[in-house]
C-alpha cells in the first residue's frame, strides 16, 4: 500500500493507525503535529484515525529554541 508521507512516496503493508505509523517510523507522538489528508489530527486521536492506500500524511516535529 502506497502513501505520501512529508510529500514522498512510503510504502506500507497495510492500513495502520497514526499512532501505529509514528511508531514505525520511530517518531515521539508527544513531539509532533499530524495532518491526516488536510485535516489536522489532535494526539487524543492519533490511535483512531486509520491511513489508508493513496493517504497523505504530513508529520511536523516541534522543535525548542532560544
Known sequence: MV???NGERH???A???IAALLAL???DSRRVAV????VVVK???FGEVVVREGDVVEV???VGGG
Open 35 to 38: 495532518e491526516h489528508n488536510l
Open 25 to 27: 517510523l520511530g517518531i
Open 60 to 62: 511536523v516535529n516541534f
Open 3 to 5: 502513501i505520501t508521507l
Open 15 to 17: 492500513p495502520v493507525t
Open 11 to 13: 510504502e506500507l503493508d
Open 43 to 45: 494526539r487524543a486521536a
